[in-house]
């Protein structure tokens, strides 16, 4: 099983990028992204239900934020509007089955993560 992330970068505040998650060796039925800016803990940002459709963001998400995944290929994206110097993190891709609804934004519950993309936002 592997996860592979990309599309992080530089971008200037307000700017867009969109981060793709390509999944192979299996799927899953929950999808999320977390990030990790330095010096902070790992914070939720978005997931999915695949087989529903259902999709959940964190706060700083809502409006900005959009998670989907793609028709033919076993893959998840994040495209991020309006970006913030806040939003400078490391984001993570991460799957897994079985979970409930009141674990998807605990990155504990998921066993199978992606390597990190860097997206820096300057001001």
């Known amino acids: 099983v592997q996860l592979q992330a990309s599309g992080g970068g530089y971008v200037q505040a307000g700017g867009s990028l969109r981060l793709s998650c390509v999944v192979s060796g299996r799927a899953f039925t929950s999808y999320a992204w977390f990030r990790q800016a330095p010096g902070k803990e790992r914070e939720f940002v978005a997931c999915?239900?695949?087989?529903?459709?259902?999709?959940y963001y964190a706060d700083f998400a809502k409006r900005r934020f959009t998670i989907s995944r793609g028709n033919l290929q076993n893959a998840i994206f994040l495209q991020m509007n309006s970006l913030a110097p806040e939003d400078t993190a490391v984001y993570y891709c991460a799957a897994d089955n079985g979970l409930i609804l009141s674990t998807l934004r605990d990155s504990a519950a998921y066993d199978y993560w992606g390597q990190g993309t860097l997206v820096t936002v300057s001001s």
């Open positions: 999915m239900f695949r087989s529903r459709g259902n999709t």
